[in-house]
Structure formats: structure tokens, C-alpha cells
């Protein structure tokens, strides 16, 4: 089994950068998605930015587009998401997902079968 723990989450002020770390442990797939989403209280989860494994081909939320960037480090076996200039709007708890076996980075929630824990980031005006 695969599992992921994030980490990173703070709260800072508008204008301000993070970085998440997400860590994968366990088997290891030749050929993965992976993604970033997030929880605000009362909504529901949102997909924020996707990659393919081994460096393949990302995209963003138009919320953040220009803003976030997300990468990873195969060596490390780490997924990042950057994220400058955050808003109030940006809080939210933020979570790392696996799509196993495949290349096809989705969007739906449902469709990722792997989660961490969390890490909560929240940005004050």
C-alpha cells in the first residue's frame, strides 16, 4: 500500500508564500497521478493542481493558476505545492492524493484512491 503524509501547512498573511510537502511511502508504482486538493469548512473538497509522475504534464484550478506550482522530487519520492501570493480565500485544509497505475491526472475527488492526513493552511487579511 501507498501512504501519504503532508506537511508545511501555517498560517500566514495575505501576500504570502507556503510550501506542502507531501511524502510517499510504501509500494511503488511505475506510473501515477498525483494531486493537491482542499477543504474550506463548509464546502466541499476542490481539486487544486495535478501531476503526472516522472515529471509529466500539470494542471491548476484556474484559482490559482500563476500562483501555485506544483512539482515533485522522485528521488525524495515528494510532491510540492508552491504557493505565492495567497489570499484569505486560500485557507483551507490541503490535502495530497495518489491516482495509482496510471498517467491520467482527473479531477474528481472520487477518482483518487489515496489521501494523507492534511495540513492546514490559513492566510489572515
Known amino acids: 500500500q501507498v501512504q501519504l503524509m503532508e506537511s508545511g501547512g501555517d498560517s500566514v498573511q495575505a501576500g504570502g508564500s507556503l510550501r506542502l510537502s507531501c511524502a510517499l511511502s510504501g509500494r511503488t508504482y511505475s506510473a501515477y497521478c498525483m494531486g493537491w486538493f482542499r477543504q474550506a469548512p463548509g464546502k466541499e473538497r476542490e481539486w487544486v493542481a495535478t501531476?503526472?509522475?516522472?515529471?509529466?504534464?500539470?494542471i491548476y484550478h484556474d484559482s490559482v493558476k500563476g500562483r501555485f506550482t506544483i512539482s515533485e522530487d522522485n528521488t525524495q519520492k515528494k510532491v510540492y505545492l508552491q504557493m505565492n501570493s495567497l489570499k484569505p480565500e486560500d485557507t483551507a485544509m490541503y490535502y495530497c492524493?495518489?491516482?495509482?497505475?496510471?498517467?491520467?491526472?482527473?479531477?474528481?475527488?472520487?477518482?483518487?484512491?489515496?489521501w494523507g492526513q492534511g495540513t492546514q493552511v490559513t492566510v489572515s487579511s
Open positions: 492524493a495518489a491516482r495509482l497505475g496510471t498517467k491520467f491526472c482527473s479531477v474528481v475527488v472520487g477518482t483518487y484512491a489515496v
Open positions: 501531476i503526472v509522475s516522472g515529471g509529466g504534464s500539470t
